[in-house]
């Protein structure tokens, strides 16, 4: 049966990977999704993956391989995450011939796995990073939206110019996307990273590793995230010690196309963020759970649909 023909009762979404190659078998599995011939496939459903395929975990090859046979066959759709785009930026190099992403000792660490396990310049590693450059870096697809951290209107028409016919971020833009000051750097940062906000003149507070903060990152997706107090994310219960005055920015989602996303290595079980906005990013690769959502059409998000294995 063709990709058209096959009838499509909806789309599963699911989070962060980061190379968890045994959790996403049993998700699969879970979902009514089998292999045949090394490809997985529902009969009538498609997989979304929101990103983050690699860095990390222990079968990072495993999790591209079957990720993109599946894209291959028409059995899943999948947008880029940051830890793809640091891929891109690790190999390509700008007119100076520097490579677009700084081969600093952190950026070096945070990337250590996916460069062992791929072999460094092989060509396993080339065919890797040729496919990430081929994944969109949003879906806006009749009744639902996937981006991997943050939906945002003015971000994606600063990109769309820099975007080719299938969404993926061009040549040029990618080199743009690296050099800070840019548009097209401010929104890649947005959408793949999620908003941040400078926090007023003089005030600052220390993350729980200690290291002095002057920005907080925003709960985009809570309606009721107007004030750096309320909006800042992963304050550990320090929020007290910011402000409670509004945000110059607004970055909620005001959207009624329900977005999917990950990024934001929640704890717990996995629920929904909100009815129009699901982060499935449950930190499997924190000793969490990998999620899904099963979604067929509904406009009003439900807990229900949530499905997840441990990691
Ligand atoms: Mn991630």
């Known amino acids: 049966m063709s990709d058209l023909q096959r009838p499509n009762q909806g789309y599963d979404l699911v989070g962060?990977?980061?190379?968890?190659?045994?959790?996403?078998r049993r998700l699969l599995a879970e979902l009514g999704y089998t292999e045949v011939e090394g490809i997985f496939r529902h009969p009538a459903r498609q997989m979304i993956?929101?990103?983050?395929?690699i860095d990390r975990g222990p079968q990072q090859r495993e999790v591209l391989r079957i990720a993109r046979a599946m894209c291959e066959a028409g059995a899943a759709k999948a947008v880029l995450g940051n830890h793809e785009f640091n891929a891109i930026?690790?190999?390509?190099q700008n007119e100076d011939g520097d490579f677009l992403r700084e081969h600093s000792p952190k950026n070096a660490h945070q990337h250590a796995e996916f460069l062992l396990q791929f072999k460094e310049g092989s060509a396993a590693h080339k065919e890797a990073i040729s496919w990430f450059r081929s994944l969109p870096i949003w879906l806006d697809l009749p009744g639902l939206r996937v981006v991997h951290a943050c939906w945002h209107e003015a971000s994606r028409v600063d990109l769309m110019p820099l975007l080719d016919e299938r969404g993926c971020i061009t040549e040029t833009a990618i080199r743009q996307s690296y050099r800070r000051g840019t548009a097209a750097h401010?929104?890649?940062?947005?959408?793949?990273?999620?908003p941040e906000q400078r926090l007023p003149e003089g005030i600052h507070f220390f993350d729980k590793d200690g290291h002095k903060r002057?920005?907080?990152?925003?709960?985009?997706?809570?309606?009721a995230a107007t004030t750096f107090r309320?909006?800042?994310?992963?304050m550990d219960g320090r929020e007290n010690e910011l402000p409670d005055s509004a945000l110059p920015r607004d970055f909620r989602y005001a959207g009624n196309k329900p977005v999917f996303f990950g990024h934001y290595w929640l704890q717990g079980?996995?629920?929904?963020?909100?009815?129009n906005?699901?982060?499935l990013d449950f930190s499997v690769a924190k000793k969490g759970h990998l999620a899904a959502y099963r979604w067929s059409g509904e406009t009003n998000l439900l807990n229900e649909n949530l499905v997840s294995v441990a990691a």
């Open 16 to 24: 962060d990977i980061h190379g968890h190659a045994g959790p996403l």
């Open 49 to 53: 993956f929101v990103g983050d395929f």
């Open 89 to 92: 930026g690790w190999v390509a």
């Open 186 to 194: 401010a929104a890649v940062e947005i959408l793949l990273k999620g």
């Open 214 to 223: 002057e920005e907080v990152r925003l709960r985009w997706w809570d309606d």
């Open 230 to 234: 309320s909006a800042a994310l992963s």
């Open 269 to 275: 079980c996995p629920q929904l963020t909100a009815r």
């Open 277 to 279: 906005a699901a982060c």
